[in-house]
């Protein structure tokens, strides 16, 4: 501001005739001197943004002039270039006095750019692995390990999220490995623990995307994994007192291009150098004291409110818990809290579920894979409440599956126990074992869909163990209590509520087709193991026969049912049923086994007497509609099970112990007892019923073949197969239906509305019985028609 001499000699001001100037009288109110305070710092602050204002202009101004430069000048030697821009990066710290102008104000980031651009121009003039003098340069002056300090200072404002770029960039596009010099991991691994730190920090963009390519490199080699396990008592990072106020003392020097710190390095005595190399970046041993930095920090950044991060993150977790060395996978699981992150996420989803929830939207709900649920609150609470719940509880089920899926295979099996017991034991058992109907069926529904969801094998094996137990011996009718959430989830298969059995059947039914082996064999391999269910005794020690057969056995000879050529002499033996060729019966000279499986699946297609029959009255429901499923089926079946050992042949008698009464399994005797049922049933559940029995049926286990689908085989006196059960169903239909009148027009209408094909009229009484002869018939249909495909199976793959 101008001031003048007056000619009293007095100095004059422009604000002296100003209201409220400290030059006027006496009179005048103690307003003034606040006036001139304010008017003091508005001269300052107008005075530091003319000064910013200037350097702004300024950086421009160098900016652009440089570049004109570079245009018209000759192109320096690719070396000299590189080392110009470090150098005009170190002076900017040697010369600048105002450390809180962001780093986007200074030239900084168009240096780091051309030293990039420099780095991969020069690799892409050399040979393959061939090191350039650039390179070089930024390895031995430690260049890497100087941008981390500055980046650590965050100095200027916004340089941590450069150097995190550079980093990035550098890995990305640099096709040598660098990650095995000491001068790039070592950086590298310091740069990782900044990562995280902080929560919505305005670094995590770049901070994911740096985390992400030091994975992808690890996944080109994973043996430089072994780097970056770092020893907790060998932590190489020095903290500098007053790392912000001595960034100047630390960077480079403009004569050497080094730190201070680096030159009285670079004096060291040599072994001592290469002995805290080796200290600090030779590969960890499997040792419990290992820090993994590098997961810990993709850990903190699936806690951010920004879901893309969180996605990325995930991604990186995938990358590393697939490296196949045994020191990392152990690292992973021991020393960090990865698994406490999928357990208690997936808990913390699944208690966000409503208490109550219809089966059929849990059941229906659009197949869900982790990062891609796109969702709208409001059109998903307008399908049904809990939706996004839901969706959000599955997409991460599918995440934790698939991280098990691509892991390392012990840390695999480490990850799906501690699925198993933070999240199925200490969760969902309670739920599967409570009294309310309405929760057990919302907890089946939900155990469902996780069951037909997971798909690593790991994980499934956990999970079958938890339903099932571990036991491998036969069950006993006193041990089928044993395991208490077996028992409690087969005995709600035959339910009071028609709702909970059905849903616990579609689980079984679920369960059995999972690649499992331990899960057939809990359920019903165990019981037959020994073929105790037929009769092997010598003739004299046989029960009395009357008219030929035991008194409790079921007689097909004198069944009107079946034809008078039909003897167990003439059958196809289930010993037989996967040999090379059908046996010759001395009875029948049949080289190609056709009369023997004519007789057994005609044996299935006239257990329903003719008046109690509908299907041939409607058009395109016969037996052979069954056959292609059929096909296709067991031969998926046979695709699930070709790894397991299960032999051609059932096992030899003489290798069974037959002394052992025979029991024929929990699971089996409730399926048998709901079928002997079957006409008193409603619909639905028979439905399923047949359904699980015709799953089993269709698996190519010989014992399984022969215990459900042979109907002539001697059974042992109180035993009953599934053929038997059926015989029995018959026996009572044929009381049963001369009792209703009108009865095959009623059951043909019935199943006229079943189809369709007939409008909803009024009621028709005994609807649950000709409902379930519907489905015997049907069941029998489907029976036969998978005894006929399994039987040419086996004899198409003869030699």
């Keep these: 501001m101008c001031c003048y001499e007056g000619f009293c000699g007095k100095r004059y001001s422009p604000l002296a005739d100003m209201p409220g100037s400290v030059h006027e009288t006496s009179n005048l109110d103690r307003g003034g001197s606040n006036r001139k305070k304010k008017i003091e710092e508005f001269s300052r602050s107008s005075r530091e943004k003319l000064v910013q204002s200037k350097n702004k202009m300024f950086s421009k101004f160098t900016s652009i002039l440089q570049h004109a430069v570079e245009a018209l000048a000759p192109s320096l030697p690719l070396q ?42 020069e690799e892409g003039e050399r040979e393959s692995g061939e090191t350039g003098p650039c390179m070089e340069y930024l390895l031995h002056h430690k260049i890497l390990e100087t941008l981390y300090t500055l980046g650590k200072a965050d100095c200027p404002p916004g340089m941590k999220q450069q150097v995190l770029t550079f980093y990035t960039k550098l890995l990305a596009h640099i096709r040598q490995p660098l990650l095995p010099h000491i001068n790039v991991h070592r950086p590298v691994q310091k740069l990782i623990r900044l990562c995280g730190e902080v929560l919505a920090a305005p670094t995590e963009n770049e901070e994911i995307q740096f985390l992400c390519i030091v994975c992808a490199k690890l996944k080109q080699d994973p043996y430089l994994v072994n780097f970056f396990l770092e020893n907790k008592s060998k932590r190489p990072e020095i903290k500098s007192p007053a790392a912000t106020d001595g960034v100047k003392e630390s960077t480079l020097a403009p004569d050497t291009g080094q730190s201070l710190a680096e030159e009285q390095a670079d004096h060291q005595d040599k072994p001592q150098a290469a002995a805290a190399a080796a200290s600090t970046s030779s590969p960890s041993s499997n040792n419990n004291s290992n820090n993994y930095n590098l997961v810990s920090s993709l850990l903190n950044l699936t806690k951010s409110p920004d879901g893309r991060i969180v996605v990325k993150a995930c991604e990186g977790l995938m990358l590393l818990v697939s490296l196949p060395e045994p020191a990392a996978a152990k690292c992973l699981t021991e020393n960090t809290e990865l698994c406490e992150l999928l357990t208690d996420r997936l808990v913390s989803f699944y208690k966000a579920l409503p208490q109550s929830m219809d089966p059929l939207d849990i059941e229906t709900v659009e197949s869900v894979n982790w990062g891609l649920d796109v969702y709208n609150l409001k059109e998903d609470a307008a399908v049904f409440t809990g939706k996004r719940a839901l969706i959000s509880f599955l997409s991460w089920l599918d995440y934790c599956d698939q991280l098990i899926k691509e892991a390392q295979k012990s840390a695999a099996a480490v990850m799906a126990k501690a699925v198993r017991e933070r999240f199925f034991v200490s969760v969902m058992e309670p739920q599967l074992m409570q009294t309310s109907e309405v929760g057990i069926l919302t907890s089946t529904a939900l155990l469902n869909r996780i069951i037909r969801q997971v798909t690593s094998e790991a994980l499934l094996q956990e999970m079958v163990c938890f339903l099932l137990g571990e036991e491998r011996e036969p069950e006993t009718a006193a041990t089928i209590a044993q395991n208490p959430l077996r028992h409690r989830l087969i005995e709600h298969c035959d339910h009071l509520s028609d709702e909970i059995s059905i849903m616990t059947l579609r689980l079984f039914e679920q369960l059995i087709q999972k690649p499992n082996q331990h899960i057939l064999h809990s359920l019903v391999l165990r019981s037959l193991e020994e073929r105790n269910y037929m009769e092997n005794k010598p003739q004299e020690e046989r029960e009395p026969l009357e008219n030929g057969q035991p008194h409790d056995a079921v007689d097909l000879e004198e069944d009107p049912l079946f034809g008078d050529d039909i003897s167990p002499d003439n059958r196809l033996s289930g010993s037989d049923w996967l040999s090379s060729s059908p046996p010759q019966s001395p009875d029948h000279s049949k080289s190609d086994g056709k009369t023997e499986v004519h007789k057994i699946v005609n044996s299935f297609l006239c257990l329903v007497p003719d008046e109690a029959k509908s299907s041939y009255h409607v058009e395109g429901t016969g037996y052979d509609t069954y056959l292609r499923d059929a096909h296709r089926q067991f031969r998926d079946y046979c695709g699930v099970c070709q790894r397991w050992d299960w032999r051609g042949n059932p096992k030899p008698f003489e290798k069974c112990n037959l002394d052992a009464p025979f029991f024929e399994g929990h699971f089996l005797k409730v399926l048998f007892d709901r079928m002997g049922r079957i006409l008193d049933q409603p619909y639905d559940v028979n439905l399923q019923v047949t359904a699980v029995l015709s799953k089993l049926s269709l698996l190519p286990h010989p014992h399984l073949h022969e215990y459900l689908l042979d109907p002539y085989i001697n059974l042992a006196p109180g035993c009953r197969s599934l053929f038997s059960v059926i015989v029995r169903v018959v026996g009572d239909l044929m009381l049963r239906i001369h009792r209703i009148p009108d009865f095959t027009p009623k059951l043909l209408l019935v199943r006229k509305r079943l189809l369709g094909l007939e409008p909803e009229g009024i009621n028709i009484d005994h609807m649950t019985l000709l409902e379930g002869v519907i489905v015997l018939e049907e069941f029998c249909k489907e029976l036969a028609a998978i005894a006929f495909v399994k039987y040419h199976a086996a004899a198409s793959s003869s030699p």
């Design 80 to 121: 000299e270039d590189f080392v110009y821009h470090w150098k005009a990066i170190t002076h900017y710290y040697i010369e600048t006095s105002d450390d809180k102008a962001p780093v986007t104000d200074t030239n900084i980031p168009s240096h780091l750019e051309q030293m990039l651009d420099i780095l991969t121009q």
